[in-house]
């Protein structure tokens, strides 16, 4: 199958070396943005496609069978109108791919939806957390037991780094908020996820409730404040974005009533080595923990040695030291569960369905994501159920995203 990508930054550098792992996917096209003409390059060194760059999304559409959005938060509407366009002018595209989130809030994200639909497209929402080996080879294991004790009734998910690479995520108005969105979008669909009974539809469970908080606790600070004025150009005097979000969603088996939490908790201002994922599960009389800063290889690098590292980011995503004793992950797409959603979409576009993850899931990931801004804004519980909430979802927008955070987060 023929990819095209649009977006050639950081994500789609990952998304390179996850489909060198996958058979039969190749990179034929590229939208000319920056960075497209490096990623071409690099492409075709790896023989992973002719990654021809091309000057406009129509042409790269009628070029290509399925098209992979991984260009910024609030470019995505604006992005898939033109794919939708494509299409409609004759392009013959089997699917689309969006990265998370589906959009900065759910008017985008419905719209995201109905453009996909109107076009016939078949959808693909990456959320690679779902994919990974661990998460999904802990739910194989403990399926026998869970059968037989009962199911998890608490998880907790979590995903944390120092902060992001680019500009525009520390912009809440052009990000759509902060490590809330970020990351918590990952939390949130791992921890209903893995609560899930593996032999029930993905959305199975029914959410009763979400409580969340959030903070500014690093970057809010004048002298992180400062720092960040200087590198990145945003002001967290006047447009803050929170750097810590945590939660709790309360979800209800519909078949026996059961009440389970998932927790979740990201940040933006995690010290240790770089990106850490963490989640565990207790069920009755059995448990789970992952954490990815737990690699099989660590190296040590001395004082004295240090100078002679270049590029710490080789060692782990968005690392932090480069000397010490460092942590060190030889397959962080794999890890992640990058490889296996683009099996998972290659499978799914090739016989002509939706993904396993669809764009409807997405929107479901960002009413949860929403729901999670509105109880911190309100400083309450959020309750699920309730019809009335759930209509004033989907036309809010979070202050934080609206640039007025202040109020909140200073
Ligand atoms: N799954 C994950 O863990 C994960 C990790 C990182 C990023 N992401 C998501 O991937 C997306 C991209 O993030 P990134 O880190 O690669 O960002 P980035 O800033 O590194 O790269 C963005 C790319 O999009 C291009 N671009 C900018 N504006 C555009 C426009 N209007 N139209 C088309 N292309 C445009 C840029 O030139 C660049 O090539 C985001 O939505 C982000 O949330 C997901």
Known sequence: MKLGFIGAGFVARFQAVAIQQVR?????????????????????EQKLGEAKVYDSIAELARNVDAIAIYAPNFARVAVMEEVH??????????????????????????????????????TAYFENQIFMRSIRTQRDQLQPVARTMGPLTLTRSAEEHGGPHEPWFWDPTRQGGGVLLDMGCHSIAVGRYVLTPPDKDLLF?????????????????????AKLLKDRGVDYAKTPAEDFATGMITYRNPETGQIVKAQFTDSWMFEKQGLRLFMDGMGPGYAFEVNTLVSPLSVFIGDAAAEAIADQETALEKATASRGLLAVQTNEADLYGYTDENRDMLEAFSAGRDAMLDWAYGLEVQRLVMASYLSAERGRSVDLTDRATLAELDSYIPAIQQGKGAAQLL
């Open 85 to 122: 366009a494509a299409v409609r002018a004759g392009a013959r595209l089997k699917g689309v791919i969006v990265e998370k989130p589906l959009g900065r809030n759910m008017a985008e994200a419905s719209r995201m939806v109905t453009l996909a639909r109107e076009a016939g497209l078949r």
């Open 205 to 225: 469970l029914q959410p009763q409730s979400v409580t969340a908080d959030l903070g500014l606790l690093k970057w809010g600070q004048p002298k992180w404040r």
């Open 24 to 44: 039969g996917l190749e990179i034929a096209g590229i939208l000319r943005r920056s960075g497209a003409a490096a990623l071409s390059d690099w492409c075709r």
